[in-house]
């Protein structure tokens, strides 16, 4: 009897474990638990570098036709959080961004991918930059595994309007989140 409960509880363990590892997963290589120079904004105060990081998606879920991206700080003192990052019409067939892709001038950005505009008024990555002593802000980065192969919007479009088009449209979601204060 305990070697038949010792087998179904080893059975469980194994089962739950390698259906954990094919979960919708983001990961990157240039960003950690918290957010550094190279990634803060320049400019509103801020003197980072403003480079996106690197991000790498995996185990998109059956019927993705695209991705999208977004980072977004709910501590941010607006009333509204702040969206620094707002990038869709990601191609289904890619998954991964390189560093920086989020300035529009490299034109690192997947063929046919949209970066519309920020809370900072601008297209392309914003990076942190919360009120010096305001403490930590949590930036949270998703990516999005999408229905449709397009939004049908275009890079004037605010943030809030793609959130709606994209909650929508999502077949699942996977995030990362890192912190920075000044």
Same mark, same amino acid.
């Given at each position: 009897?305990?070697? +038949?409960?010792?087998?179904? $509880? ?13 979960? #919708?997963?983001?990961?990157? &290589?240039?960003?950690?638990?918290? @957010?550094?120079?190279?990634?803060? !904004?320049?400019? #509103? ?5 403003? *480079?996106?990081? *690197?991000?790498?998606?995996? &185990? ?6 695209? !991705?999208?991206?977004?980072?977004? =700080?709910?501590? @941010?003192?607006?009333?509204?959080? !702040?969206?620094?990052?707002?990038? !869709? =019409?990601?191609?289904? =067939? ?12 490299? &034109? ?6 949209? *970066?519309?505009?920020? =809370?900072?008024?601008?297209?392309? #990555? ?11 802000? *949590?930036?949270?980065?998703? $990516?999005? +595994? ?17 959130? #709606? ?6 077949? @699942?979601? +996977?995030?990362?989140? @890192?912190?920075?204060?000044?």
């Amino acid at each position: 009897m305990k070697k +038949a409960n010792l087998i179904l $509880v080893l059975s469980l363990i194994i089962s739950t474990v390698s259906i954990a590892q094919n979960t #919708f997963t983001l990961s990157s &290589n240039t960003l950690g638990g918290e @957010a550094t120079k190279l990634h803060e !904004f320049n400019g #509103f105060g801020c003197s980072g570098e403003n *480079q996106s990081p *690197q991000l790498l998606w995996k &185990n998109a879920p059956e019927g993705t036709k695209s !991705f999208a991206v977004t980072m977004y =700080d709910p501590d @941010a003192p607006t009333g509204s959080g !702040f969206w620094h990052w707002v990038i !869709f =019409d990601i191609p289904s =067939d890619v998954n991964e961004l390189q560093s920086n892709t989020g300035n529009v001038e490299l &034109n690192l950005t997947p063929k046919g991918a949209i *970066q519309s505009i920020t =809370d900072y008024g601008i297209k392309g #990555f914003g990076g942190p930059c919360p009120p010096e002593g305001h403490g930590f802000h *949590q930036y949270i980065i998703t $990516v999005y +595994a999408l229905k449709t192969e397009k939004l049908g919007l275009n890079e004037n479009t605010n943030p809030a309007v793609v959130g #709606f088009n994209l909650w929508n449209q999502t077949l @699942a979601k +996977a995030s990362i989140v @890192a912190y920075y204060k000044r």
